[in-house]
């Protein structure tokens, strides 16, 4: 069966943004955090594009969290938005609002974690890097 992971994009903060979801999250990256200067045909990109990331991944559970900056003189601009969110199932209630509580520091909360009427304790934010995240947590899905 295939596998599907997340991808983020970002405008200069990906690593930023990952060393923050690695605090959360815990782990350690997969490989190194991969720098677009390292990359053949990039020698004419200023040296604040050098530096952007060009891939990272940290391991959450059995899959990974990966991210890059955009490139914004390979003509990418990045569009933040609301029409993908991140679903996180913990296997606690007590995750749920440790995860729930630190990724959503710094960002704006819109629907706070807490026992919904469809049986499940879930929540919703953006978080401060307009990443948007949903926390839900029900026993079944632990099992």
Known sequence: MAKLNSYLNFDGTAEEAF?????VFGGEFVGEIYRMGSAPGTE?????????????????????????????SFGQSLTPGNSNYISVFPDSREDAERIFKGLSEGGKVELPLGDQFWGDYFGSFQDRYGIHWMVNYNEQYTK
């Open 19 to 23: 060393r923050f979801y690695r605090t």
């Open 44 to 72: 004419n990109l200023s040296d604040d594009e050098k530096n952007r990331v060009m891939h990272v991944a940290l391991p959450v559970g059995g899959d990974l969290l990966m991210g890059a900056d955009i490139v914004p």
